[in-house]
Each structure stands twice: as structure tokens, then as C-alpha cells.
């Protein structure tokens, strides 16, 4: 997973401001909290930053599909073997009898759902990691053996 | 709900959406079994001298060959329901056969002595609701038998296991190779050299006497107190650890003597392996390794291997099963002198060197029966989308009334 | 006029332990084609540790020849992303690491699937095909 380190060496590194942050490197965080975009950063669309902008947006094209808690699932790596179906506790919460037991989800409350083999997540906003007041829950990445889940 | 045959868990909490005759979605199972589900992209067709020729030609060249073989030999059976296996257990019989499968090369040794009790044993459910200690051997669970985990064994919340893998479980590999499983073991994973297994386990064994093992001292009397401490534990024994005691398999025995609150459960790879060795066992005794002659004589020289090493088989009917693929490369040349027919519902490397191909239906998706999931629990699977092929059980009786 | 003069320095030969194992996604490609091109990128692989490779002047990627008594294959190495112990090389359960397996099980009935001794070297020659394997051993596949 890309790091801000990693953001912040292909930034101008002016601290222009332009952006609305106080520094690049605030700029770098905003980004991978997905606050802000790479095309705010106007510099970064002058000729001679091609190269970093398109790096920029490579490194955070992940980041752009993450959910609303920041959870990214990796198709590809996901071999469906729903470990995290079982060791979500949201999961577990809403469906004791089924997804808690290892058996199939009972019901359309639970986060994680296995289909055509690989996990799907949905319901997200039942995430620990959602909103307010949230849990810093490794639950699921933690059972995933190809680190097919991550947070950003 | 349905059930996968992808590997001998046999999920059969699997949702499908059918529309037109197709899978469209599959809903539960991994992507090992999901695969599976979808089938292969060639189907195989009815050939004579891997010429086209209509199923019925097919099965009469067959019939022609046994009768014409002194020694005719059948394998394979393990991708098939146990009511086909039944039949063909009757065809080998007809034909005073030899007859073997897979499990002679992989975990037949061990299921062998779990059926005649040398080991206790238990269910996959007991496993849900009792286990605290689970131990991986040599077994790749994460993909060989991807759902392990989550169904049954580290995950799930079970009747005494409330609390789930947080606090009530405790996984442990032991392995040649930091496998997936071994990852999900993180801080209990034990490393040992190839062929290290027996000394592992004499180790062990010492360390649970409460002498001081003479190999790795310090992990070994860590594992040792764990283990005691358990009060369900099960040892799930993966291949790996099958091929590196094979020679000397009652350490294995000795072992599971020292641990009373401890299970064997065979891992296994096809869906229904173990079937097969539980079918051949009430009918024969054995579980495999057979020839037929009025009654069965079971002896090494009828496994796959030594058929074809000692010549004893001078043609094979290969069912469910691709030996071109799966046995070593030396006693191919062997396979192949002598004439192959090979049912299968999908084109294989069997098949391209087979004298007479026979088309069959996906067991467990195009044709219903029962499987014999690798605790021993007898499973239904479903006829989910219709066919033309015949099943390898129909293929069966009609070779049994062919020749 | 053009000279390789690589073509005539034989590359240096390692022995090695090859144990093999199963992979979910080389069981998901033997269930879709078995003669596909999937199938093949994943069985005709062999990973090693970082060191061993770096010892042996081996990159990722690189196509190596694997042999011993019984086969000589070429199959693509790849850098173990584990840190596995020295002399150990993983290949996947397929043909290709069949072929490097004896016949011979002492009358046991088993093969040594999973413990294969073979020499390493680099090589220039293509990936071992499944056509290739299968003629190999079988004089003339039907």
C-alpha cells in the first residue's frame, strides 16, 4: 500500500499553498484520506511534472475505489475462502446462526459475501471503521492470508 | 442450496442462479469450488482411436478391449458419486479387475488406518462446536481445502467455542513450506527441514514423556505443553506429512497414543476419496490396491505405481481421473503402451493419449448421488442443470453389460 | 558478424531440493483448461529465496533448466515473497514437476512427489510446453 512518504517525494514540495493545505505534505495526507484530488495540486499540471503526476495518480488509483471506511477488496489476490465472512464481528453480530457458525450468511445484514469465488463487500456502513467514534478493526485483514482486503 | 464438489469439505451451503441451463452465479463457495462449478471450457467427446465416433461405438470398443484384456485394470472413481463407485466396484469384479485410485499415491495410507480405528477420530462438526487446538500438519488447508477454516475449524463460533478463534482457538502449523494456512498460524508456526516429520515427531513425543527432546529443545517443549493443555484437539494430516512418514507410519500412531484429547482427520483433496475408500472397504475390506479373481486380493503390486512399474495391467479404464498428469513422468511410456479408456467429463491429458474416449456428466452438477466428505459424513449433491451425458454410473452398467 | 559468445560458456549448475505443493489459483486454472495458458504460466514455475537466487546469479523472471535423471524442463523462476530457508526450491504439484519425479517407490506404491533432487542453471530456451512434456516420455502420443 502506498505510503504519504511516498506521495509527499513526488509533490512539488513548495508549500504553495495553492492546494488549500498548509504544506505538501498536508496535501499528501488529504490525499490519501481521499479529501483531495491529484488535479488540485495545480503545479503538478505543468509540463515539466508529468512524470510524478501520472506516478500520483497510479500510487492512488487503489485509494480511489475505497469504500466510504476506506476498506479495498482485491479481486484478483481474494481466493474466497470467507475467513473474513466468519471473523467480522459485524458480521457475526447480525448473523450469529449463519456467517458466525462458518456457515453461508443467513441474511443481507453481513458485511462480507463470497460470489463466483471471490469476497464482496457491501453493507459498509456497518463497519467498525465507519463514522463517528470508530474502531480501528483488523478483524478482517488480519484472517486474510493473500492480503486481498486493506484500509487506506 | 447445493453442494460443491471442489475439494472433500463438499460445501453444501452453496446458493446458484441458473439461467439457461448455465451457472450464472455461485454464491458461498470458493474459488477453488467456483471453478469447479463453471467446468472446464472443452468438453470431451466420444472417440475410437481418437476418432469421432457416437457414445454407443464408444462403449461396444471398450467393452471389446477388456474382453480381449488378460489383465484388465480400473482407476480412478474419486470425482465420482458413491453409487457409481459401487458400480464400478461390480464392473472390476465382472471382470476379475485390478482396481485402484488416487488415494494408493496420496492419503489412502492414512484413511486406511482411520477406518480400522488405529486412530480416534471425530466430525467436522465436533471440530466446530469442541476444538480449542488445531493443528496443521503438512496441510494446506487455505487451498486445498479453502473453506476449512471458516466452516469448521479456526473461525466459526461453535457450542463450546463461543468466544471463536479470539480467545477459544488456537491454530498451529507444522510445515516444510510457509503455506497460507501456516501464515494464518502466525505465532505458531513450527519450520522442519524435508523428511523431518519422524524426527519432529519423536521429538514430540519425548518432550510429552517430559524428557527433553533432543531436537529444538525449547519450541519443542512449548508445543509439547500446548498440546497437553488442550481439551479437544485435532491433527489435520495434509498430504506433506502422509508422504514424509510413509515408511514408518505407526510414529504417527504412537503419537496420537500420547495425545488422548486428540482426533486424526485426513485431509483430502477429491471430493469423494475418501467414499471410495470407505465403499471398497465394506465391499472388499480393503481400500484399495485390489484384484478380483472370485474373491479380492489386495497386494502393492495392483496400486497404480507397481501396475505399471511391474506391468501387471495390460489396459486400463481411467474414470474421473487424469494419471497423464498426476504420476510421475517415468511411467507414462508404460501408461501409454497399452490401451487407455478414459471417462471423463472433460478433455484431459488422459484422454489425449486414450484408445477410446467416453464423455460423461459433471458428477454433483449435472448428475445427483452422495459423497463421503472427508470426516466420513455421507453428503447428497444435487442435479443442478440438465445434460445429454450419460453418468459415470450409467457408463458403468453399460460396460457391465458390454462385455 | 555476430557472436554469443554466452552460447558457449555453459552456465553454472546448482543442485537443488524441489518441494512441491498446492496453490488455489493453479487448481482453479486446471478446473477451467488444463491446456490453457494460465495453467501453464503457473505450473512451469519454480521460486525460490532471495539469497539462493542471488548466489546463484538467478533474477526473477529468468528462465532456468531444471533436470535430473529423469527430465530436463525449462520453467520461469520467481523470488519467493517468503523468507524460506537455503536450498529449497518451491515448485506447484503439475506435469512439469511430475516429469522430474522417479518411478521407482521401493515397492511402496508412492512416488516422491513432494522431494525432488534436480540441478539449476539459467537458461536460454523456451518454457517447457505441455506438448513437449507429454512427448517426452510417451513416444507417440496418439
Not at chain 2, 475449524?153 to 457450542?159: A, D, L, M, N, T
Not at chain 2, 503455506?179 to 521429538?203: Q, V, W
Not at chain 3, 537443488?16 to 477451467?32: C, G, P, Q, V
Not at chain 3, 532456468?64 to 506447484?92: C, H, W, Y
Amino acid at each position: 500500500m502506498v505510503t504519504v512518504m511516498e506521495l509527499y517525494q513526488l509533490l512539488p514540495r513548495t508549500n504553495c499553498k495553492k492546494c488549500g493545505e498548509s504544506t505538501c505534505m498536508a496535501f499528501a495526507v488529504a490525499m490519501l484520506g481521499r479529501k483531495k484530488n491529484v488535479a488540485e495540486c495545480t503545479p503538478l499540471l505543468e509540463a515539466n511534472f508529468k512524470k510524478q503526476k501520472e506516478k500520483l495518480e497510479s500510487l492512488l488509483l487503489p485509494v480511489a475505489g475505497a469504500e466510504e471506511t476506506g476498506m479495498i477488496v482485491h479481486p484478483e489476490l481474494c481466493t474466497g475462502c470467507g475467513n473474513c465472512v466468519v471473523a467480522c464481528p459485524v458480521d457475526v453480530a447480525n448473523d450469529p446462526h449463519g456467517a458466525g457458525m462458518g456457515c453461508a450468511p443467513t441474511n443481507d445484514k453481513v458485511i462480507f459475501k463470497v460470489v463466483d469465488g471471490k469476497v464482496l463487500a457491501s453493507n459498509i456502513k456497518e463497519c467498525r471503521r465507519f463514522g463517528k467514534n470508530k474502531v480501528l478493526c483488523y478483524a478482517c485483514i488480519d484472517p486474510c492470508p493473500t492480503g486481498a482486503i486493506e484500509f487506506v | 442450496m447445493v453442494t460443491c464438489t471442489g475439494c472433500a469439505l463438499l460445501c453444501d451451503d452453496i446458493e446458484v442462479i441458473v439461467e439457461n441451463n448455465r451457472i450464472k452465479e455461485i454464491k458461498n463457495a470458493c474459488r477453488r469450488g467456483a471453478a469447479r462449478m463453471k467446468g472446464c471450457s472443452n468438453r470431451l467427446v466420444p472417440c475410437v482411436d481418437q476418432k469421432p465416433t457416437d457414445i454407443e461405438s464408444s462403449i461396444q470398443k471398450a467393452a471389446q478391449i477388456i474382453r480381449n484384456s488378460k489383465a484388465p485394470m480400473l482407476f480412478g472413481l474419486d470425482n465420482s458419486t458413491c453409487e457409481a463407485q459401487v458400480k464400478g466396484i461390480h464392473f472390476a469384479k465382472k471382470i476379475n479387475g485390478i482396481l485402484d485410485d488416487t488415494s494408493s499415491f496420496c492419503q489412502g495410507i492414512l484413511i486406511e488406518r482411520v477406518l480400522a480405528q488405529k486412530f480416534r477420530t471425530c466430525s467436522l462438526d465436533d471440530i466446530r462446536n469442541k476444538a480449542d487446538v488445531l493443528v496443521y500438519w503438512g496441510s494446506d488447508a487455505q487451498d486445498s481445502q479453502p473453506r476449512h477454516l471458516s466452516r469448521f475449524s479456526y473461525f466459526p463460533r461453535g457450542e463450546l467455542r463461543q468466544r471463536g478463534y479470539e480467545e477459544d482457538r488456537m491454530a498451529i502449523a507444522i510445515d516444510v513450506r510457509e503455506s497460507n494456512t501456516a501464515k494464518i498460524c502466525k505465532g505458531h508456526f513450527y519450520r522442519i527441514p524435508p523428511k523431518g516429520d519422524r524426527e519432529f515427531i519423536l521429538a514430540l513425543i519425548d518432550a510429552l514423556y517430559g524428557k527433553v527432546p533432543a531436537y529444538d529443545t525449547k519450541k519443542m517443549l512449548e508445543l509439547a505443553g500446548i498440546l497437553k493443555k488442550a481439551e479437544f484437539g485435532a491433527i489435520f494430516v495434509g498430504i506433506g506429512l502422509t508422504y514424509s512418514i510413509k515408511d514408518d507410519f505407526d510414529v504417527l500412531t504412537a503419537l496420537a497414543q500420547k495425545l488422548p484429547n486428540f482426533n486424526i482427520m485426513p485431509m483430502v483433496g477429491h471430493y469423494n476419496m475418501r467414499g471410495f475408500n470407505e465403499t471398497m472397504f465394506k465391499e472388499t475390506g480393503f481400500v484399495n490396491k485390489v484384484k478380483f479373481n472370485g474373491k479380492a486380493v489386495h497386494d502393492i503390486k495392483y496400486s497404480i505405481m507397481e501396475s505399471l512399474n511391474e506391468k501387471t495391467a495390460d489396459a486400463i479404464v481411467v474414470v474421473g481421473s487424469d494419471p497423464v498428469s498426476s504420476l510421475p513422468g517415468p511411467v507414462l511410456s508404460r501408461l501409454a503402451s497399452i490401451p487407455v479408456i478414459c471417462i471423463d467429463p472433460c478433455v484431459t491429458m488422459t484422454s489425449k493419449i486414450a484408445t477410446v474416449t467416453i464423455p460423461c456428466a459433471v458428477s454433483g452438477l449435472e448428475s445427483a448421488g452422495t459423497a463421503v466428505r472427508m470426516d466420513g459424513k455421507v453428503i447428497g449433491l444435487s442435479k443442478i442443470i440438465e445434460s445429454e451425458y450419460l453418468t459415470d454410473e450409467e457408463i458403468m452398467e453399460r460396460l457391465v453389460e458390454a462385455v | 558478424m555476430d557472436m554469443d559468445f554466452g552460447k558457449f560458456l555453459k552456465s553454472p549448475e546448482y543442485d537443488i531440493k524441489i518441494i512441491t505443493y498446492r496453490d488455489i489459483f493453479h487448481a482453479e486454472a486446471l478446473e477451467s483448461d488444463r491446456f490453457g495458458e494460465e495453467y501453464k504460466k503457473l505450473s512451469a514455475a519454480i521460486s525460490m529465496s532471495k539469497t539462493d537466487m542471488q548466489k546463484m546469479g538467478i533474477k526473477s523472471g529468468d528462465r532456468v533448466k531444471i533436470s535430473n535423471n529423469f527430465a530436463s524442463i525449462v520453467v520461469q523462476t520467481n523470488e519467493s515473497k517468503r523468507d524460506e530457508p537455503g536450498g529449497l526450491a518451491f515448485m506447484v504439484n503439475s506435469p512439469w514437476s511430475n516429469s522430474l519425479v522417479s518411478g521407482e517407490t521401493r515397492g511402496k506404491g508412492i512416488p516422491e512427489f513432494k522431494n525432488i533432487d534436480a540441478k539449476i542453471s539459467l537458461s536460454k530456451e523456451e518454457i517447457t510446453t505441455l506438448d513437449k512434456l507429454m512427448k517426452a516420455f510417451i513416444k507417440n502420443p496418439i
